[in-house]
């Protein structure tokens, strides 16, 4: 095929939805350019970016994809020469910049038996000199109808081997862990904290204490947690960490911290929320309890930063707190698959 194309490139980075400010504002730090918006969860900006070590260092973004979109009423407008051409230029773009080494690719697009599909494959292989494996090429690529050219067709690259959002410090899983975005968007809530001690009363696996690690902050983190399982992960997670010695876990009810009055800078925590630990009843105990704790070993105009889906239950602990109590400084959600966390910022 040699019709004339007027394809056109993309980098497309995808978070949470409800994390999209915080997206922004990390990659204009990073990279000092604007994103735009596509949809929820999708933001984009030109291509070929600039060489970006930067990448892996982002703690909000989900995944960042290449995107060649390209004109036309049927996929097979993607085979055309010059089509071919220009996305090798890409994907050469990318193996230039050294994140980008798969041999092998494969592809995902509806009818993907079919005539079509087949010869995209082909089309692919020969252009991009790399050979399909159907269900273990390491270099994804997806067919969709385009986000970008009306009536048109996007192939869209992941440009990492792994989600941005798979974190290198995860070596033990624990259930209702904290979405690692998440916990890097609460991290990068606190990057002027200074240092101090920093306590999750709640700590699961070590999710946002080994964020806080991953960040270069250079205090102290302490994290309790009634489950011996859930210990066990964190420490494994902490190991992964050189200067893992200033963080620390032990095994303590919230509610009652062997910790002095007023030591603490920062309270982090994904507080138990009723789909795998806590019924509505023992919620309206433990959110009160957990509150009045954490006011008396902050220090004054401490901040907690705290994680639920049972906000109502939250909102209604902060109303009957004996006075004075928090400050509720902010308040936002995120949807993660069929999860609606919200996440407020509390202070003493």
């Known amino acids: ?59 909000t973004v989900a995944s960042i994809h290449f995107v060649h979109a390209v004109p036309g009423q ?144 250079t205090g102290c983190g302490i994290g309790s947690d009634l489950s011996s399982e859930a210990l066990a992960a964190c420490r494994e997670n902490f190991s992964s960490f050189n200067g893992g010695k200033r963080f620390t876990c032990f095994q303590a009810d919230g509610r009652g911290l062997p910790m002095r009055d007023g030591r603490v800078a920062a309270a982090l925590s994904n507080l138990p929320w009723g789909e795998f630990h806590s019924s509505t009843q023992q919620l309206k105990s433990f959110y009160p309890a957990l509150l009045s704790e954490l006011q008396r070993v902050l220090k004054k105009d401490g901040i907690a930063v705290l994680v639920t889906q049972s906000s109502e239950i939250l909102l209604q602990s902060l109303e009957t707190m004996p006075k004075p109590s928090f400050h509720l400084e902010g308040e936002f959600s995120v949807y993660n698959g069929s999860f609606r966390p919200s996440v407020f910022t509390l202070r003493k």
Request: charged fraction near 25%; charge should be positive; include cysteine.
């Open 74 to 217: 049927r996929p097979s407008a993607l085979r055309g020469d010059e089509s071919l051409r220009v996305f090798q230029e890409g994907i050469r773009n990318l193996r230039s910049s050294g994140q980008f080494t798969a041999d092998t690719f494969r592809i995902s697009m509806n009818g993907k038996e079919s005539t079509e599909a087949k010869k995209l494959k082909e089309s692919l292989e020969r252009s991009l000199n790399l050979q399909c494996l159907e269900g273990e090429g390491e270099l994804m690529i997806r067919v969709r109808r385009s986000l970008y050219i009306e009536s048109g067709w996007d192939l869209v690259v992941r440009i990492t081997p792994l989600p941005l959002s798979a974190r290198s410090w995860r070596v033990a899983n624990y259930r209702g862990a904290l979405h690692s975005n998440i916990a890097g968007t609460i991290v990068r809530m606190l990057k002027k904290l200074g240092k101090g001690f920093v306590i999750d009363p709640c700590c699961g696996s070590g999710t946002l204490l080994c964020e806080l690690m991953q960040s270069g902050w």
């Open 1 to 59: 095929m040699s019709n004339q194309v007027n394809a056109q490139q993309f980098l497309e980075v995808e978070c949470l939805p409800g994390l999209e400010r915080f997206v922004r504002e990390e990659w204009g730090e990073h990279f000092r350019e604007d994103l735009n918006t596509l949809e929820t969860g999708k933001l984009f900006t030109g291509w070929p970016p600039q060489i970006r070590r930067k990448w892996y260092k982002l703690l």
